[in-house]
């Protein structure tokens, strides 16, 4: 597998797990990842950051090694309070980056140089309602961005129009070094709109695994992109 900070900086199509059909996981990614993908995001909820719950590290171990021998990484994004008290366990489970949201935790710059000292790439998100001001005193210890185009917590929400513009003063603040991801509403329409202001990954859920098939979905977002 190329390097996760490598990966990252291509433009990518990165399939969420969060839509996919949970008693046919391993098949579902399997179909994507033979489609092309080579970021799996996986997103962590705990009933408290956001209302839902979802999976935890059990379910990264359990996808590690399918997407390792495909040459991928696995992508968590932690909508959890405290994350930096899960850092450890969820790398150890094979996460190659994880990002954190930057309100969820007063220890923000801490929380970075965990993941970076552990061995994974280093991701911050941002909500909606959050200024990419917000990630100016980070911007140096980062490998990603995400820029939330939904209200975190839930699949197939409409794509927030606003978040074009705001993705531009984004790419601003962190430069050409860092990635820059957008998650929610993102399909073949959006995807195009969200390279053109400045994001590199784009996280795909219900439209890839909702789909009747998921792989010739994440290619037409891919497509629409020109992912490699």
């Known amino acids: 597998m190329s390097a996760p900070q490598e990966l990252l900086r291509g433009v990518r199509v990165a399939p969420s797990i969060l ?53 991928a990484m696995l992508d968590v994004h932690l909508m959890i309070e405290h994350p930096e008290r899960h850092v450890s366990e969820l790398i150890k489970a094979g996460a190659h980056s994880i990002t954190f949201h930057v309100e969820a935790t007063p220890h923000a710059a801490y929380t970075a140089n965990l993941i970076r000292e552990s061995g994974a790439s280093v991701g911050v998100a941002i909500n909606p309602g959050t200024a990419p001001s917000a990630l100016a005193e980070l911007s140096e210890m980062l490998d990603m961005a995400l820029c939330m185009t939904v209200n975190p917590g839930w699949g197939g929400q409409p794509f927030i129009a606003h978040s074009l513009e705001k ?56 497509g629409a992109v020109g992912a490699e």
Request: charged share 15%; net charge negative.
């Open 19 to 71: 839509s996919a059909d949970f008693g046919a996981l391993r098949s579902q990614v399997g179909e994507v990842l033979a489609a092309g993908a080579r970021v799996i995001h996986v997103d962590i909820m705990d009933g408290h950051f956001v209302p839902p719950i979802t999976v935890g590290p059990l379910v990264v171990e359990a996808l590690s090694e399918v997407v390792r021998d495909a040459g």
């Open 167 to 222: 993705l531009g003063r984004l790419r601003a603040v962190l430069g050409d070094r860092a990635a820059l991801e957008v998650d929610g509403g993102i399909d073949p329409q959006t995807a195009p709109q969200c390279a053109q202001a400045g994001a590199n990954v784009f996280v795909a859920g219900s439209a890839i695994f909702h789909a009747e098939d998921p792989a010739a979905a994440y290619a037409a977002i891919a």
